[in-house]
């Protein structure tokens, strides 16, 4: 398995997976020039539908008890740095996130290659696995369950940053000593070094988990309640830490917000169906009907 990449700036990280991204954007994605978000529900892509009020927002539905996932495809030659944010919460870190009111890249990021994509699966608790996103009720969401509750409950938002250019550094030629191998030994031990500093960045990252390991809420939501994401169950998913260092504004942003159908179609996002019955326009017009038999 392909581990994902994590970026180290600044204290912050980031993740990204590696998987085929689509050539074209589609109605199943936001057509965004750096990077297009894509939602699976249960496995299966969902439609994205545009605001109707050109606010650039895009709504999808949300499905009581369903798990999800978020794919994030760079559509660039470069590397990018990706800050999700899921009910105004960090996806990596679990903290509230300031990305979006103006504070710059202050949470942990996933790193997208040049032409690669990341699915993006649930709350990370280490390098190793994340929990699932699953729609619950607000109520019973992690943002409110961990105290962490803010006015971005059913949003789903997304910074672009593109990398700070390094500067180019030259490398002498070496110089040998009268041992001709003993540079190659320096090297070696240089080597051993990095691997030991990654290495313990990887074990600081699983030490630093602070989400409570608590199974997810199973009561529904009540008729006419307002869907969050929950701590759903563990998933296998590596990352490794990698460096990356963005600049100080995002290069693009994208926000996503999730309904239950009922309230999508009271904001007009979906159309009501075809075959629902309009009985205050059957009554005014007198239209005659047949009486059913009665409930009880």
Do not use: C
């Not at 250019?165 to 000593?177: E, L, N, Q």
């Not at 563990?234 to 917000?257: H, N, Q, S, W």
């Amino acid at each position: 398995m392909r581990h994902a990449l994590i970026a180290v700036f600044l204290g912050t990280a980031g993740l990204a997976q590696a998987v085929p991204a689509s050539a074209h954007p589609s109605y199943w994605e936001s057509p965004s020039s750096l990077v297009s978000v894509s939602v699976e529900v249960e496995g299966g892509a969902v439609p994205l539908y545009p605001a109707p009020d050109g606010s650039g927002r895009f709504y999808l539905e949300a499905r009581q008890g369903a798990r999800y996932a978020v794919t994030l495809a760079n559509r660039t030659h470069e590397r990018l740095g990706v800050v999700l944010t899921v009910d105004g919460l960090n996806a990596i870190s679990g903290d509230r996130d300031r990305t979006f009111a103006g504070a710059g890249p202050t949470g942990r990021m996933y790193v997208l290659q040049p032409w690669d994509s990341a699915s993006i699966k649930g709350w990370r608790t280490s390098l190793e696995d994340v929990r699932r996103f699953t729609f619950v009720d607000e109520r019973a969401s992690y943002a409110a369950r961990s105290g962490k509750a803010n006015s971005r409950m059913g949003w789903i938002e997304v910074a672009v940053y593109r990398e700070r250019p390094r500067p180019y550094v030259s490398h002498p030629d070496p110089v040998y000593g009268t041992d001709p191998y003993e540079g190659g030994a320096r090297d070696e031990k240089r080597q051993r070094s990095s691997d030991a500093g990654h290495a313990d960045a990887e074990e600081a990252d699983r030490s630093a988990k602070t989400a409570r390991e608590a199974p997810p809420s199973t009561q529904p939501g009540p008729a006419g309640g307002y869907p969050g994401t929950g701590w759903g169950p563990r998933e296998v998913d590596p990352a490794m830490v990698v460096d990356f260092e963005p600049l100080a504004g995002p290069a693009e942003k994208i926000t996503l917000r999730y309904e239950y159908g009922s309230a999508l179609r009271a904001l007009g996002i979906l159309p009501s169906p075809w075959w629902a019955r309009d009985r205050l326009r059957e009554r005014e017009a007198g239209r005659e009907g047949f009486a059913p038999p009665p409930r009880y």
